[in-house]
């Protein structure tokens, strides 16, 4: 059984991906498999991580993307996801959007599960 490690996004903001303490230490951890998970709730972008929804949705991406340079497999849980959705749809589609470009199992076909089951 492979291990893993989770990983706040809302760490990365002040740093680069690159000086991440919270990511350095998911490389430093040489488990092949890291999970990480980040907001897609607007309220929670706003009020918890206080950036911008464009901001948080660098930071998930640049986030995966570091991992996966650095040969990891990238496990990505996108937290309050049906809360956000409900809130605002498009956002919450983004999120899983701005991981699933970067991680190769996390296909297209994930976002049309999360798509289906709200009836879109």
Not at 76 to 87: I, L, M, S, T
Request: glycine content about 4%.
């Amino acid at each position: 059984m492979r291990r893993s490690q989770r990983l706040v996004l809302h760490a990365v903001q002040k740093n680069s991906v690159e000086k991440d303490t919270n990511i350095r230490a998911l490389l430093d951890a040489q488990t092949p498999v890291v999970t990480i998970f980040g907001k897609t709730w607007l309220l929670h972008v706003k009020q918890a991580l206080q950036i911008s929804p464009e901001q948080n949705l660098t930071i998930i991406s640049d986030s995966v993307a570091y991992l996966k340079k650095h040969g990891k497999e990238v496990i990505y849980d996108a937290e309050h996801f049906f809360d956000g959705y409900k809130h605002d749809k498009a956002y919450a589609m983004q999120t899983l959007a701005a991981a699933a470009r970067l991680v190769q199992k996390f296909s297209s076909s994930v976002i049309r599960t999360a798509e289906h089951c709200h009836g879109k």
